[in-house]
């Protein structure tokens, strides 16, 4: 991996680990809804003039059903649940959260689509998810208002439980459609999806201009650059190291919520990660036991 490409990974995770900040910083003001709206409208707006070529427009009326269930799946569903959940937990908390989606598509491929398991595989799925049940027991104190925190933790692996829909959904029907086209258009599907929704739940009480910076930030860096940054990272050094940026998210996730918000990083929820980061190397193939395993699918944020 060439140093530019390395930087762009590192790049990708700390953005993406801020998400869970913003999220943080915005959700309470804006509300769950509102705020997964105006970043999925921020992101389309921003992204659209990636669209206006000939060949992504054609891409887009021949698949425009697909990518918009994946706008559901990938977009608009999780922002809403992540936006949730970040009114109740620490920020660092959520994006630990955020690395169950890789074991959620290997469990569910294994289980419903008949899609075989090493036994390296086999054996991470069962210590990722058992890290999730420690995180889960030992991080029940953390919640400050809002939703409760049962509730919110909830959401959190609802949001994972779309990704895997969606990333099984999307190898199964948009294999051949450029990987731009499908980001970009599904933003711009979960924006006109979450539009009425944000404008029938928007807050009564102005937010604040931190709660703004924080939602452009969300929806112009995090969910927009991101996805671009991404692909071009899938297209120069392939999907296998481009899901390194998973366990770049939570280290930077908690990192800037001890940073910004001045979150604490506990015992449970150090021990937790530690466990599912360890269970999704393994589940992935980043890292082997034995025999190289050819590794699942996988889905990102």
């Avoid at 001045?262 to 190397?281: D, Q």
Wanted: glycine fraction near 10%; proline fraction near 4%.
């Amino acid at each position: 991996m060439k140093k530019s490409d390395l930087v762009a990974l590192v790049l990708l995770g700390a953005i993406w680990g801020a998400s869970f900040l913003f999220m943080r910083m915005g959700a309470g003001q804006f509300g769950s809804m509102a705020l997964a709206g105006m970043r999925a409208i921020g992101a389309a707006v921003c992204s659209i003039p990636l669209l206006l070529s000939r060949e992504r427009l054609a891409e887009l009326r021949a698949n425009w059903r697909s990518i918009a269930l994946i706008g559901l799946a990938n977009s608009a569903l999780p922002f809403v649940l992540f936006s949730y959940a970040a009114q109740s937990l620490p920020a660092g908390l959520s994006a630990i959260f955020d690395a169950i989606a890789p074991l959620l598509v290997a469990a569910s491929g294994w289980l419903w689509l008949s899609e075989r398991l090493s036994a390296t595989q086999a054996s991470g799925l069962v210590i990722g998810l058992s890290g999730v049940v420690w995180l889960i027991g030992g991080s029940m104190g953390f919640g400050h208002g809002g939703a409760p925190v049962g509730w919110a933790m909830a959401a959190c692996v609802g949001a994972n439980v779309c990704y895997t829909f969606g990333a099984h959904y999307s190898h199964r029907k948009v294999q051949r459609v450029s990987p731009l086209s499908v980001a970009i258009g599904s933003q711009v599907a979960a924006a006109v999806m979450l539009l009425p929704f944000t404008l029938w739940l928007w807050p009564a009480r102005s937010p604040s201009l931190q709660a703004w910076v924080a939602m452009l930030g969300l929806a112009a860096v995090c969910t927009s650059l991101a996805y671009v940054l991404f692909y071009r990272l899938l297209a120069r050094i392939g999907s296998t190291r481009s899901m390194a940026v998973l366990y770049l998210i939570p280290v930077f996730g908690v990192l800037w919520g001890a940073m910004f918000l001045g979150e604490k990083l506990t015992l449970a929820m150090a021990g937790g990660s530690v466990v599912i980061l360890l269970g999704v190397a393994l589940t992935t193939g980043m890292l082997r036991m034995g025999p190289a395993a050819p590794a699942p699918l996988n889905a990102v944020e």
